[in-house]
């Protein structure tokens, strides 16, 4: 009960107080501790306590010399039973007590919830970020940035609670202890503090320096492992092994010599604070030995100087590296803000409308869009597609038939014109409500590292098992699903596809987008070259399926293969980011254009234009 109550205290699904992180270092540190402050709150109360017992267990040891040597041994006990009672008390009772509650605030509340929480709402908010920011990094550079970051935060955060009442309270407690001795005890102490401030000043900033140059480079490497990783096939089917390790081996190389550059100023600080240390421990006893031969101060005095400095000496070494530490993980958050606290491109305005889809009208009203260049792409292009009609999106590579089918699914936000649909600008309503109303069938489809039946409720989440089977059996999918099974031993609609589907063929993969979208029955259908990677018996097979699909839907159809298209209501050939020809198969034929000549150059020209 006592580990369950400290491990609620932090709601680490609760939604951010802002759309978007702070971009810079402190603000973003506060964005988040704000969210926790009561366990931060408690955490120094907390150690606080700590430390003063921990410096009043060094003032019993004195007080308890001075005690045994100015009473009889038979009388010790009796003499001085309540002082000893209440210095057992703090030893036994209340030090377990406050460093127990320190070890459940760090590690039973803020360690797992803190960190979880600041990984939760940064996940959340690169989710939100337009597919160029994606096709932009390594996914493995985002993803460790995304994890690093909560940790280093919420390290760095509790090492300088932690530390701040170790130094403080030592600090003062020792020199008030020195100065109820003799004064000058205060001297070797108050010097060794100037001295490890300024060493601290100067050596600090350095190692954050590095630390920062040092998270990028590891950054950097685990990208690039990422990506040979996720690109395995590719790799083994150019028998390019040896390329792949001199790609790695680069970034293996700089983020050695970008760790060996920051463990420079490291063990150069770790050297200067351990001779000001022996400087510390040799003047401080040498003085209090001084002083008991000039019978200022007692042999307890003797004892509390020396355990002091010698206790200090080794806390400054923890400090030392807890500050180190401290200062390398704000380089990581650092680093990682960098990533994580971009602003997101594609946003919904506020009080953004669901769409709502009557008859799936869709129209390009002079659409410019340049991906921030000034010319190219799409210009100044005009396109309305009735309810229920289904065209066809014919052209050369790069004339702007995806980009074109990016804009309607708000993947980018156009830059001149607008896109309605049933008379809704598509920039007014939320894009998690316009992408439901959207069904699409890619070329290249890549499904999640999970099960078939995962994949398929991406369609409709609550579909039953009866609709999964409809479905895979009109995308005739159903002849292999009952067959997959996994390493782990799950079968059918259990088993696990691997990373973007590798374990399926190119032609499985895609009948399983194909039920996906029959399980979505969107008003507004996409198919970007969606028979592509199958072969002619199956595509023959699920063409009825297909048609199916497409009854009552507003339907944009892309491919290279014309003849997959050409009994399209309506086809529109592209050429530059322009309409250069708009008709149906047999009026572009006859118009012998663009669209002519490259049916002509498809069969071969063989098939007659007129």
């Known amino acids: 009960m006592l580990y369950r109550r400290f491990e609620q205290l932090i709601d680490i699904f609760r939604d951010a107080p802002t759309a978007s992180p702070p971009d810079r270092v402190w603000p973003f540190y506060t964005y988040y501790l704000k969210q926790v402050w009561p366990s931060f709150a408690a955490l120094l109360v907390v150690g606080l306590f700590a430390a003063l017992i921990e410096v009043a267990l060094f003032s019993y040891l004195s007080r308890i010399i001075d005690l045994a040597q100015g009473t009889p041994n038979p009388n010790f006990f009796s003499d001085h039973a309540l002082e000893l009672t209440w210095m057992l008390v703090v030893a036994l009772v209340l030090r377990p007590i406050f ?56 390290d760095s955060a509790v090492q300088a609670v932690d530390a701040l009442w170790h130094v403080v309270i030592y600090a003062i407690s020792s020199l008030v202890l ?76 700089e983020q050695t010599v970008k760790a060996q550059m920051a463990g420079r100023v490291v063990t150069s600080m770790d050297v200067a604070i351990t001779a000001m240390n022996g400087l510390l421990i040799v003047g401080t006893t040498a003085l209090a030995l001084w002083l008991w031969t000039q019978s200022l101060i007692t042999v307890g005095a003797i004892a509390l100087a020396t355990g002091l400095v010698i206790r200090i000496v080794n806390m400054s070494g923890w400090i030392m590296w807890v500050v180190t530490g401290i200062f390398e993980n704000i380089g990581m958050v650092q680093d990682g803000l960098r990533t994580i606290s971009q602003p997101v491109s594609v946003t919904d305005r506020e009080q953004a409308k669901p769409l709502a889809v009557a008859s799936g009208e869709v129209r390009f009203e ?14 100044d292009l005009n396109l309305n597609i009735k309810p229920g009609e289904k065209i066809g ?13 990016n804009l309607l699914l708000r993947l980018y936000d156009v830059e001149g014109g607008r896109i309605l649909i049933d008379g809704q600008n598509i920039a007014d309503v939320g894009q998690e409500s316009l992408r439901a109303r959207i069904g699409m069938i890619t070329q290249d489809t890549s499904l999640l590292h999970r099960s078939i039946r995962d994949n398929l409720l991406y369609g409709k989440p609550d579909a039953t098992d009866a609709e999964l089977w409809e479905a895979v059996h009109k995308a005739r999918a159903d002849e292999f699903i009952p067959l997959l099974s996994d390493a782990e031993g799950r079968t059918g609609f259990d088993a696990h596809v691997g990373e973007r589907g590798v374990k399926l063929s190119g032609g499985q993969r895609q009948r399983i987008a194909i039920a996906r979208v029959l399980l979505k029955d969107a008003p507004i259908l996409i198919m970007d070259e969606a028979t592509s990677a199958l072969d ?65 150059h498809q069969t071969g020209g063989f098939v007659g234009i007129d």
């Open 99 to 154: 460093f127990g509650l320190h070890d459940l605030l760090v590690h039973q509340t803020l360690s797992p919830g803190m960190t979880s929480m600041i990984r939760w709402q940064n996940h959340s908010y690169v989710l939100k970020q337009s597919l160029n920011f994606f096709q932009n990094d390594f996914a493995g550079r985002i993803a460790q940035r995304i994890m690093q970051t909560g940790n280093s935060l919420r």
């Open 178 to 253: 020195f100065a109820e001795a003799d004064w000058r005890l205060m001297i070797p102490l108050l010097t060794w503090i100037v001295a490890y401030i300024g060493a601290l000043y100067y050596f600090v900033p350095r190692v954050k320096e590095r630390s920062v140059e040092a998270s990028d480079a590891r950054s950097k490497l685990m990208g690039r492992i990422v990506d040979g990783y996720t690109n395995i096939a590719t790799l083994k089917l150019f028998a390019h092994t040896n390329f792949e390790q001199h790609y790695a081996k680069e970034a293996i190389e």
């Open 366 to 379: 002079h659409v410019d869009f340049h991906y921030g260049k000034k010319r190219g792409i799409i210009g």
């Open 393 to 405: 999106l014919i052209g050369p590579s790069g004339a702007g038939k995806s980009t074109l089918v």
């Open 536 to 600: 002619s018996e199956v595509e023959a097979a699920i063409q009825e399926s297909l048609e199916t699909l497409m009854q009552g839907k507003t339907v944009i159809a892309i491919a290279h293969r014309l003849s997959t298209i050409a009994r399209m209501d309506r086809l529109v050939v592209l050429e530059n980011g322009k309409i250069a020809e708009s008709g149906t198969h047999a009026e572009l034929l006859a118009h012998r254009g663009l669209y002519a000549r490259l049916w002509a």
